[in-house]
């Protein structure tokens, strides 16, 4: 079959996007692994499917490059928003998407009748090991030692609808990420797998982070990591709780803001093309 396209990116991590209010996508996993590859197809990310809700405006499935299906994407989430924005022409201050770990809420700020950006309301940021998963002791893990492939790290753990270990470092981009990054994904100490942010800390309410996402390696960008880099960086005395943390990633930079009740994570979300594929 012929199915259209849009191929969209928050601060460059990108994902294929299909409509699915009208039709299904027959077999999204092994979908997800075709067009996800940069050289012989599409590329991304990943795909992510806009479905029909009952509870929300829409409704978001996320499928990473290894076919892995994903509960949340920050980034993704508000590239929802523009396509329900610009394409459906739902055009509303407030869009709601239903997600694997809840109702995430929008406040849009357009200009001349297109999405430009949006403030999410993320959910309260998880951190009882059990929740995360993440297999410490104690009722939260924060700078605790964790030994990866002969090398001991201190990680700070934090769930923001997906498991994600943060470890502060001198200089992010320095590190061989594509050895270490899959050594910290499917490390034993997380037993549904985990995201993982190496952040450095270039003054008070701002960070510099790279990260490697479970199921499709060293992104551009994450914002459901942007949001945890940012929440370790306050427990850790790094930063201010209630005050806005610019972070800077390899795709752009991302405003967090941790509260006790939630988190904000603002930013833009672009269209780069659309197009037709055959599936």
């Known amino acids: 079959m012929l199915r259209r396209f849009w191929k969209l990116h928050g601060i460059g991590n990108d994902y294929v996007y ?35 809700s009952n509870v929300a405006d829409a409704k978001m499935r996320i499928f990473n490059a290894d076919g892995s299906e994903g509960k949340m994407c920050g980034n993704g989430v508000r ?16 869009l709601t998407v239903e997600t694997l770990s809840g109702i995430k809420t929008l406040v849009v700020t357009a200009k ?39 090398n001991k790290y201190f990680v700070t753990c934090v769930s923001m609808g997906n498991p994600h270990c943060v470890t502060f470092t001198d200089d992010p981009y320095a590190l061989d990420l594509e050895r270490i990054g899959e050594k910290f994904e499917r490390h034993e100490a997380f037993p549904e797998r985990t995201n993982t942010e190496f952040v450095h800390v270039d003054g008070r309410n701002e960070i510099t982070m790279r990260v490697w996402e479970r199921g499709s390696g060293e992104t551009w960008a994450c914002g459901t990591g942007a949001c945890a880099a940012a929440v370790a960086s306050v427990l850790n005395g790094y930063c201010d709780k209630g005050e806005e943390i610019l972070v800077h990633l390899r795709g752009g930079d991302l405003t967090i803001c941790y509260t006790d009740e939630t988190v904000f994570m603002t930013g833009g979300a672009e269209l780069a093309f659309v197009g037709e594929v055959e599936i």
């Open 18 to 52: 299909f409509d699915c209010f009208d039709e299904e996508l027959p077999n999204p996993e092994q979908v997800a692994i075709k067009l996800s590859h940069r050289r012989f197809s599409i590329g991304g990310d990943g795909i992510i499917l806009v479905c029909k």
């Open 79 to 94: 590239c929802v928003g523009k396509f329900l924005y610009d394409v459906k022409k739902l055009q509303k201050d407030v």
């Open 112 to 150: 001349d009748g297109k999405f430009v950006s949006a403030r999410v309301d993320m959910g309260k940021a998880v951190l009882s090991p059990e929740k995360i998963p993440a297999r410490f002791a104690g009722d939260s893990v924060i700078n605790k030692p964790l030994l990866v492939d002969g």
